[in-house]
């Protein structure tokens, strides 16, 4: 079985920062693409940021030059740095892992979500 677990979520005012983590844990030979998204209320779920496994980084518009992903491979961990935050990136996030469980199948995961709620 494999798992991934966010955390890092939680309230802060407009204009600070957040980090959330997302850890995959379990049978995994390897980790592709890994990724954040986040839905808010009334809203449909939508990319954030995505990482390669070398490293090549893609971001939703809203947030560029804000927010800032990276991973650390040999810990099977994906970070989302989130600065400057806006009452507009209030919304559950959500990590999402592309990942090899033997060499015939890779399948797409998801965590459980975190909230991030930005006010004041």
């Known amino acids: 079985q494999v798992q991934l677990v966010e955390s890092g979520g939680g309230l802060v005012q407009p204009g600070g920062s957040l980090r959330v983590s997302c850890v995959a844990s379990?049978?995994?030979?390897?980790?592709?693409?890994m990724g954040w998204y986040r839905q808010a209320p009334g809203k449909q779920r939508e990319l954030v940021a995505t990482?390669?496994?070398?490293?090549?980084?893609n971001y939703a518009d809203s947030v560029k030059g804000r927010f800032r992903i990276s991973r650390d491979i040999g810990k099977n961990t994906v970070y989302l740095q989130m600065n400057s935050l806006k009452p507009e990136d209030t919304a559950v996030y959500y990590c999402?892992?592309?990942?090899?469980?033997?060499?015939?199948?890779?399948?797409?995961?998801w965590g459980q979500g975190t909230q991030v709620t930005v006010s004041s």
């Open positions: 379990g049978r995994i030979l390897s980790i592709n693409g």
């Open positions: 999402n892992a592309a990942i090899r469980v033997d060499y015939y199948t890779e399948s797409n995961y």
């Open positions: 990482i390669t496994s070398s490293g090549s980084k």
